[in-house]
């Protein structure tokens, strides 16, 4: 197992293979979700260092998924995007730094791969 490992959810598929290429060209080892569930799942297979996750999704929005997050005690990197009001992305962002979570970052799309690489660290 890599020692980045990204895991990316958004249901945008197109969005979420664009994180994956960037990443891997910054050495990560990559799993793309679309659903909650299924992130979930990667979740617990995957133990990611770093996370991109989409605040506006149907099935499980973003928040509920920084309170899973929460939950599993995870204590790495998130990232926190959006397309729509930045408010959202920041509303998470307190919620994750509320329950301990220190390195969290907010990004609204559209984003550049430039500003997408120095999130990931590249």
């Known amino acids: 197992m890599s020692e980045k ?3 990316v959810i958004d249901d945008e598929p197109e969005f979420g293979e664009l994180v994956r290429k960037v990443a891997v060209g910054l ?6 979700t679309t659903q909650g ?3 979930q799942e990667a979740y ?3 133990r990611p260092t ?3 996750m989409d ?8 928040n509920e998924l920084v309170l899973w997050l929460m939950e599993q005690q995870y204590a790495a990197h998130l990232i926190i995007i959006t397309g729509y ?3 959202y992305a920041r509303d998470a962002r307190a919620l994750a730094e509320f329950n301990g979570l220190r390195s969290v ?17 590249g």
């Open 44 to 46: 617990h297979a995957l």
């Open 5 to 7: 490992r990204l895991l």
């Open 105 to 121: 970052q907010t990004l609204t799309k559209p984003i550049g791969l430039a500003r997408l690489r120095e999130a990931l660290g």
């Open 85 to 87: 009001s930045p408010d």
């Open 50 to 52: 770093t996370i991109v």
């Open 27 to 32: 050495g990560y080892e990559v799993r793309v």
């Open 37 to 39: 569930r299924a992130f």
């Open 55 to 62: 605040m506006v999704m149907p099935e499980m929005d973003g």
